[in-house]
């Protein structure tokens, strides 16, 4: 088959494609496409439509919906190439947002204008009512981070779209997104990290507390410890798995980012590890083939998988009963994290802890928590300059 370009505007061509003729009528047969774009975009795509036109692989992009697209990417994609928990956030945000939203749109005709359209629109009243329809008064926007997210899943479907062929140039590339406030971490001082040890000893949320203020370990990955993962004798745990709840119920995954980790642990950990071990070995003897021998560290006390969704809330009911009202299970990572900051510990360690992909995420999460950090830096150069100036300096006879 052959084909042609068309020159519409600086950045709009149309791709022609030659169809012979009509069999019956005789009449010359053309398929028009435009395609947005400066002239290496138009001939890829003009070569694209003409390969699969060749090869039986063509699909009319004009009758493929965005709301379809999206569905198939879900299906085809998402669901293989990211977790369990992921899929299902992706599944809201398009179904509940963007599909209402742009769904409609044929996904060739799909402009940013339409996209930035809906950002606008999510930000000023995007948060979806619970229940009876709320009056227009009472309708909220979603928040910066929350519209960011729809962005990136956006720009990441469409991203696929165009390795797929079936887009051109992504739209969502020309598009603003919003800018997130920073959010200040609550991380809990040393004192708030004894007072809640203190308390909670005794009690079950004792030794995922002592885990988290020693280690910065999640709250997946923490309900997920065996004592297969522990060396008391060394002091070190592999975190290797996390739980996860989805609707489908209790899984186990990878730790994020898809890496085994080491944890050096502290010896109050090891201590307490020790005892609890003790403990839970007494508690199996005593409910015998009642108990569910899972190897966990972090349990009921049958043995049975501890829900992360009815953890965090009976963790933050013990904090609200002992005077700390404000803080979270995740906010013992943070206290973690900002304490191994002001005691000098190399960023890179504290990275390998935590198990985040860069030291400058790190830094970029955490930073902020060393509002000394700038006057040490200019101390420093101001002793390195004032040294270097006095030996420049020509002595005075």
């Not at 962005?151 to 779209?161: G, K, Q, S, T, Y």
């Not at 919003?178 to 007072?195: I, T, W």
Request: with cysteine; glycine share 6%; aromatic share 6%.
């Amino acid at each position: 088959m052959k084909g042609s370009l068309i020159k519409r505007s600086p950045c709009s061509w149309s791709a022609v494609i030659e169809l012979g003729r009509d069999p019956i009528t005789g009449k010359r047969r053309q398929k028009w496409y435009t395609v947005a774009g400066n002239k290496k975009d138009a001939q890829r795509e003009l070569t694209r439509l003409l390969h699969s036109l060749d090869t039986g692989c063509y699909v009319d992009p004009t009758k493929l919906t965005v709301r379809d697209y999206l569905e198939k990417w879900l299906a085809d994609y998402a669901k293989t190439n990211v977790g369990a928990k992921t899929f299902h956030r992706y599944q809201e945000i398009v179904r509940l947002h963007l599909v209402p939203a742009l769904g409609a749109y044929p996904l060739n005709k799909l402009q940013p204008l339409n996209i930035q359209s809906y950002y606008t629109h999510a930000l000023e009243a995007g948060r979806l009512p619970k229940g009876p329809k709320n009056p227009p008064e009472e309708k909220r926007g979603l928040s910066e981070q929350t519209v960011l997210h729809h962005h990136r899943v956006l720009h990441d479907a469409l991203h696929r779209a165009v390795r797929w062929q079936l887009l051109v140039t992504n739209p969502v590339d020309r598009v603003e997104p919003p800018r997130p406030r920073r959010k200040e971490v609550n991380a809990p001082d040393e004192s708030q990290a004894a007072r809640l040890l203190a308390m909670a000893e005794g009690t079950p949320l004792y030794i995922p507390a002592v885990l988290a203020v020693c280690t910065g370990a999640r709250r997946g990955e923490i309900l997920a410890i065996r004592w297969s993962d522990l060396d008391l004798e060394t002091g070190v745990l592999m975190v290797r798995r996390s739980l996860q709840q989805t609707p489908e119920g209790l899984s186990f995954k990878e730790p994020k980012n898809g890496r085994v980790r080491r944890i050096d642990l502290p010896a109050l950990a090891v201590e307490a590890l020790k005892l609890h071990r003790g403990e839970e070995r007494k508690q199996k003897e005593l409910l015998g083939e009642s108990y569910q021998d899972l190897d966990l560290v972090c349990c009921h006390e049958d043995g049975s998988l501890w829900r992360p969704e009815s953890f965090s809330p009976a963790f933050s009911k013990f904090a609200r009963l002992i005077g700390l009202k404000s803080l979270r299970y995740h906010d013992l990572r943070h206290g973690h994290a900002s304490q191994l900051l002001k005691a000098g510990i190399h960023v890179k360690a504290i990275s390998e802890r935590l198990g985040h992909a860069t030291c400058a995420f790190t830094l970029d999460v955490y930073g902020h928590l060393l509002p000394g950090i700038q006057q040490e830096a200019a101390r420093k150069v101001d002793a390195a300059l004032r040294y270097a100036l006095e030996k420049e300096r020509p002595t005075v006879a």
